[in-house]
């Protein structure tokens, strides 16, 4: 039996994870986001406003899909929850735009965003656009040359995209920039976060926004199947596609959680991003955590071949989710992502982002253990977060196709 | 060795305290040792040593920099501790700034007791606020350590009171929404942060982010108790050709806050 799990408490506690770790001068910012978030998600016109945008715009709700052949030939029934259909090709335009309105009812016009692969700076980019508010995107280099066309789509969207060239040159260096542009410039700008990680309330927040992916797919589960799956898998990163499909299944005891994080080239190199699997407890950006941290807590470089994946620390909420035994977490390698990546390409013409294609490669592993467990009817539900086009170069190296068409 | 006995000499002599601050083991852990002397003679009244950390939010080009190599050279936490070490006991009393998880690695009542050990005053903590400080206040208060939170020109009343009350030693009023690095002006939002929360407490009242030179340490003396200086510091040696210049520069730029501070309050 797993442990009650509630939270966060009025600080953003879940157990001992969340909270605060910031400089002083960011909590009246804290405090007033928290304040308006609460009573924008109770107020019928925000929400309305944001349903509005989410179906008009962003082509949500995305559909849940039974991938026939790939159930043939894995032995179980997989269903692919379709972010990647979603405008901009990803569940994050659900987050930028419910934050982006919270910015205009903050009285706000500029947002700053941090970007890993590049798909939260597009995101973000274009929530702008459409509302008309300045956006600045903090990229590491390394980023910005490994995802050279999004680069090139934030510009297109009128954001100025910042590289940053400090530490490892990715995502958590982009954090980094990021929240010290924020204690710049708070008076006129909310930093539109990206996961479901940082100081509370972020961390709730943005859960909060992304959480309809788990609510539609549950009901289009029991529309579908008359019941709900037995597993449903997600990427796990900084956890926001993980936390947006997991919340509306998490009282539900008879649908196992699984997420999945980047191991890398395994874990026994030291490169990749398994924090739940291996790392240990501390503070990054502003929440207790599990982190990748050496044995004096100086931060460790995280790796994976997928840019979105490759952070050093994770949403305080999967941290407590682990904790608690409500949710199971592992490690897929490179090598499996894309097996499953390719695997997806060939039987269901579908091109995943390289993070759902760790999802996916998650739950092909767990496949016959659910076939075992139970029967024919098993069902695994994938969070299918992203498109890979944006991965296609990365994917293209890896399967030796560029030397193909020279 | 808290700092309460050097801003009360400071504050007899009819001026504020000059604050240093130096990342340890940058440019080396010798090189800070001698550069943190250089400070002392030339006339800061506390310390502050940084504890080099990999994601140095809070901090500006200059410092980030600093202590990237200090990272580099293998300046951990027990390096740190030598430098505390080789520093104290002449006068000064020597605080560490620190960002949090170093100090919850290295294990917070582990670290209280080997700093008070090594002769240390207290830490100053950017991103640890009293709210999520429980463990600290305790091993500070078993170790009988400073505890030097932040204020800022966005703090309510309230939170004021709550930090104010957390503090021990002093109170670090950062001037400036921002980060660390000099500024050419100092700011229009610190004399007003200074005032609130010196409604709020009577313990001394640092101010810092932004202080260059001597002009500037006394236009802050003016109404604070203590002036930090962090990254005109550094930079003096990030922009030496040599430890020498570097060490010279800094021992010039030392005094003539030094002067500062006195013009300023007299």
Known sequence: MTEPVTGPDARGHWG??????????????????????????????????????????????????????????????????????????????????????????????????????????????????????????????????????????????????IPVTAGSQTLKDSINEALRDWVSSVDNTHYLLGTAAGPHPFPVLVRDLVSGIGREARAQCLDMIGRLPNAVTACVGGGSNAMGIFHAFVPEESVALYGFEAGGKGLDTGKHAARLVVGNQGVLHGARSYLMQDDDGQIIESYSISAGLDYPSVGPEHAWLKESGRATYEA??????????????????????????????????????????????????????????????????YFGLTEDAA | ??????????????????????????????????????????????????????????????????????????????????????????????LVMTYWNPIERYGVDAFARDFAAAGGAGLITPDLIPDEAAEWIAASDAHDLDRVFLVAPSSTKERIALTVNACRGFVYAQSIMGITGARDSTSSAAPGLVERTRAATDLPIGVGLGVRDGDQAAEVATFADGVIVGSAMVSCLLDAPDEKAGRKALGSLTAELAEGVARGAG
């Open chain 1, 16 to 161: 001992q994870f969340g909270g605060r770790f910031v400089p002083e001068a960011l909590v009246a910012a804290l405090d007033e986001l928290d304040a308006a978030y609460r009573k924008a998600m109770a107020d019928e016109t925000f929400t309305a406003e944001f349903d509005r945008m989410l179906r008009e715009y962003a082509n949500i709700p995305s559909p849940l899909y039974h991938a026939e052949r790939l159930s043939r030939e894995v032995g179980v029934r997989v269903l692919l929850k379709r972010e990647d259909l979603n405008h901009t090709g990803a569940h994050k335009i659900r987050n930028v735009l419910g934050q982006a309105l919270l910015t205009k009812r903050l009285g706000k016009n500029r947002i700053i965003a941090e970007t890993g692969a590049g798909q939260h700076g597009v995101a973000s980019a274009t929530a702008a656009a459409y509302l008309g508010l300045d956006c600045t995107v903090y990229m590491g280099a390394e980023d910005c040359r490994r995802q050279a066309l999004n680069v090139a789509r934030m510009k297109m969207l009128g954001a100025e995209v």
């Open chain 1, 332 to 397: 897929v390698t490179d090598a499996e992502a894309m097996d499953a990546f390719q695997r997806l390409c060939r039987t269901e013409g579908i091109i995943p982002a390289l993070e759902s294609a760790h999802a996916l490669a998650g739950a092909l592993r767990l496949a016959p253990v659910l076939r075992e467990r139970h029967g024919d009817d098993a069902v695994v539900m994938v969070n299918l977060s992203g498109r890979g086009d944006k991965d296609m170069e990365t994917a293209a190296t």
């Open chain 2, 1 to 94: 060795m808290s700092v309460t006995p050097a801003f009360e000499a400071a504050k007899r002599a009819g001026r504020a305290a000059l604050v240093g601050y130096l990342p340890a083991g940058f440019p080396t852990v010798d090189e800070s040792i001698a550069a943190i002397e250089t400070m002392i003679d030339s006339g800061c009244d506390v310390i502050e040593v940084g504890l080099p950390y990999s994601d140095p939010v809070m901090d500006g080009h200059a410092i980030q920099r600093a202590a990237a190599m200090a990272l580099a050279g293998g300046c951990r936490t027990r390096e740190v501790l030598r430098v505390v070490e080789a520093v104290a006991g002449k006068g000064v009393p020597i």
